[in-house]
């Protein structure tokens, strides 16, 4: 079955920049997506189409696609930023949807 | 603004079926571009895409559980509704379901429920 992977953890002091990777062998062909989820919160789409960002989401938050790999960047971390980044795409069929294990964001 | 609610049993019996349906606020499930979906997530782990249903009827199931998932939609009654069956207590999670955003070539999950918590347990 097709994965993403996605490092378990990231830390960052605030203001600094944060980059969190997620890899998958049909991301060329395949659109990836960010959501971000709070503790006892559901998913909040932070990204989508790679590098679009939703109306509401502040600037800071921007994403990028480089062959299998795309990347969540927070630029100035603000403390309110820590929480789990899931990145999720689809097969290269494009039938099937597929998260990524998840990474914890820690703003020390 | 659109809302999703799930609702269902908070507590299911190992080996029966797992039911939960949500309900639509706030706009039509019907709308033109727009699929829904389960996600599941156990407690302290990632994220599970469970499936999805078009209004349509036209269902995509993950295949690590198609042969337990049955997604169906109640366009009258703007809901649509998970069934599992034969679960154990590896299938204790929050279920949530979501809208999907359904364009050429892209899809994403814009609105989400707020999540209801299945436990398995006799």
């Known amino acids: 079955s097709y994965e993403l992977t996605q490092p378990p953890s990231v830390s960052v002091s605030p203001g600094q920049t944060a980059r969190i990777t997620c890899s998958g062998d049909?991301?060329?062909?395949?659109?990836a997506y960010w959501y971000q989820q709070k503790p006892g919160q559901a998913p909040v789409l932070v990204i989508y189409?790679?590098?679009e960002r939703p109306s509401g989401i502040p600037e800071r938050f921007s994403g990028s696609s480089s062959g299998t790999t795309v990347t969540l960047t927070i630029s100035g971390v603000q403390a309110e930023d820590e929480a789990d980044y899931y990145c999720?795409?689809?097969?290269?069929?494009?039938?099937?949807?597929?998260f990524g294990g998840g990474t914890k964001l820690t703003v020390l | 603004q659109v809302q999703l609610q799930e609702s269902g049993p908070g507590l299911v019996k190992p080996s029966q079926t797992l039911s939960l349906t949500c309900t639509v606020s706030?706009?039509?499930?019907?709308?033109?571009?727009?699929?829904w979906s389960w996600i599941r997530q156990p407690a302290g782990k990632g994220l599970e895409w469970i499936g999805r249903i078009y209004t349509s009827g036209s269902t995509n199931y993950n295949p690590s559980l198609k042969s337990r998932v049955t997604i169906s939609v109640d366009t009258s009654k703007n809901q649509f509704s998970l069934k599992l069956s034969s679960v154990t207590a590896a299938d204790t999670a929050v279920y949530y379901c979501?809208?999907?955003?359904?364009?050429?070539?892209?899809?994403?999950?814009?609105?989400w429920g707020k999540g209801t918590t299945v436990t398995v347990s006799s």
């Open positions: 189409k790679d590098s």
């Open positions: 706030g706009g039509s499930i019907s709308s033109g571009s727009y699929y």
């Open positions: 049909a991301l060329p062909k395949q659109y």
């Open positions: 999720q795409s689809a097969d290269s069929s494009g039938t099937y949807k597929v």
């Open positions: 979501a809208r999907v955003r359904d364009g050429y070539n892209y899809n994403y999950m814009d609105v």
